[in-house]
């Protein structure tokens, strides 16, 4: 019988059938509960953090702050973590309008010889964006990653070349690609190259982009109509309370990886560990730096979801203003001991052009203390406003006329 260290290097490396899947199931869970129970409980301030992995990170994102760190410099290959750029790059052209998570993408054959982790695209089949982005989210398919790649950028060699240049971007110094999939490179060429410091400061990004948590907080699921099962990589969605992504690695070169995220009680944190010797300790480092995490910060209630910050005039539209609304509750992440003040910061747009959709963005809030960024969210407006008529226009000139007092 397989063990979890096996099931894992085989869903990462080069998949494993569908039937056997169900037969490992049961047994994954109950190796797993008792591996992420071991460090499921709080951990009390103060006391000290014991990380097999040989490099980790833990910080808090709205902040930066960074809440421990052992090694996070130390420059390693990322095996599949690769991916989370793949992601970013992906999820910020749909948020541009460049394409579309209902765009049909055709496999090329050079996607489909990708090997590894994979969901068996074949030459020709066709999938949607949100279909790859699953699949590579859950079961970090290479051949899906490889096809995001050629959709968005035409090839791999003009995707990773958007690669390295959004990580400059982003300022991730020890981070280079050199493919979208994370795979080892041929004996003597150099692979991708990172940090855990760099991995953490990724995520932040992309989680600012919350579609990702569609995918990556998925426990099972299938594609094909049901034909093709996915059961997520990352067990601590399961496993662990409030975790929901980002992104495992593994290859014989890199070890056992892990980017992933949590939330609780409004609190979210981002850990990472690279290289640690199996997926228990991969599981289990990541859980005892949640823990850690959690037992130091507390969401402050700042706004209620619903609450109106004001108001924006709106130039040419069938109604002079539209009201701007704190889409949901917005809370500062601050240590638990902090005593000093939260300060706010309404900023809202002088002036909107009509047509104004509802929940279109129209201001924001910034909240600090101590001079460090604590939350933020964007006010949204109220209401829809179209357009106004040329004959509308002139019925609000006369009526401002009349309440002007001009004649």
């Known amino acids: 019988m397989r063990s979890e260290i096996e099931l894992e290097k085989a869903q990462e490396q080069g998949g494993i059938s569908l039937s056997k899947y169900w037969r490992f199931l049961v047994i994954i869970q109950l190796i797993v509960v008792l591996i992420v129970g071991l460090a499921g409980s709080p951990l009390a301030e103060g006391t000290a953090l014991k990380i097999e992995s040989l490099s980790s990170i833990l910080l808090e994102p709205e902040s930066g702050e960074v809440l421990f760190q052992n090694n996070a410099d130390l420059k390693l290959p990322p095996a599949s973590v690769t991916k989370l750029m793949v992601m970013l790059l992906v999820l910020e052209a749909v948020d541009k309008g460049q394409i579309k998570l209902t765009d049909t993408v055709t496999a090329s054959p050079e996607a489909c010889k990708m090997g590894g982790s994979q969901i068996w695209l074949e030459p020709g089949e066709q999938m949607t964006v949100t279909e790859l982005l699953k699949a590579v989210c859950i079961v970090s398919a290479n051949d899906a990653s490889y096809a995001l790649g050629e959709h968005l950028a035409g090839s791999e060699e003009n995707f990773i070349a958007l690669m390295n240049k959004r990580a400059a971007e982003l300022g991730l110094k020890d981070t280079h690609y050199v493919n979208t999939t994370g795979l080892e490179p041929s004996l003597g060429e150099t692979g991708n190259i990172t940090s855990a410091r760099d991995m953490a400061c990724l995520a932040r990004e992309v989680i600012n982009h919350p579609t990702v948590f569609r995918w990556s907080g998925i426990w099972i699921d299938s594609l094909r109509g049901g034909k093709s099962f996915l059961r997520n990589t990352n067990n601590l969605v399961r496993f662990y309370q409030g975790c929901d992504g980002l992104k495992t690695g593994f290859t014989n070169q890199a070890g056992f990886c892990l980017v992933a995220t949590a939330k609780r009680q409004g609190v979210r944190l981002v850990a990472v560990v690279m290289k640690a010797p199996n997926t228990q300790t991969r599981s289990r480092d990541v859980s005892k730096l949640f823990n850690y995490g959690f037992a130091?910060?507390?969401?402050?209630?700042?706004?209620?979801?619903?609450?109106?910050?004001?108001?924006?005039?709106?130039?040419?539209?069938?109604?002079?203003?539209?009201?701007?609304?704190?889409?949901?509750?917005?809370?500062?992440?601050?240590?638990?001991?902090?005593?000093?003040?939260?300060?706010?910061?309404?900023?809202l747009s002088p002036l909107v052009k009509a047509p104004v959709l509802k929940g279109a963005k129209i201001g924001e809030v910034l909240l600090s203390a101590g001079g460090k960024a604590c939350g933020r969210v964007d006010l949204i407006a109220d209401c829809t406003v179209p357009k106004a008529s040329f004959f509308e226009l002139c019925s609000q000139i006369f009526h401002h006329i009349i309440k002007v007092g001009v004649y």
């Not at 130091?296 to 539209?317: D, H, S």
């Not at 069938?318 to 601050?334: G, S």
């Open 296 to 347: 130091q910060y507390k969401a402050y209630p700042i706004y209620r979801g619903g609450e109106n910050l004001g108001k924006v005039t709106v130039f040419r539209g069938r109604q002079n203003y539209v009201q701007a609304i704190v889409p949901q509750e917005l809370t500062a992440v601050l240590k638990r001991d902090f005593k000093g003040e939260i300060v706010r910061s309404v900023k």
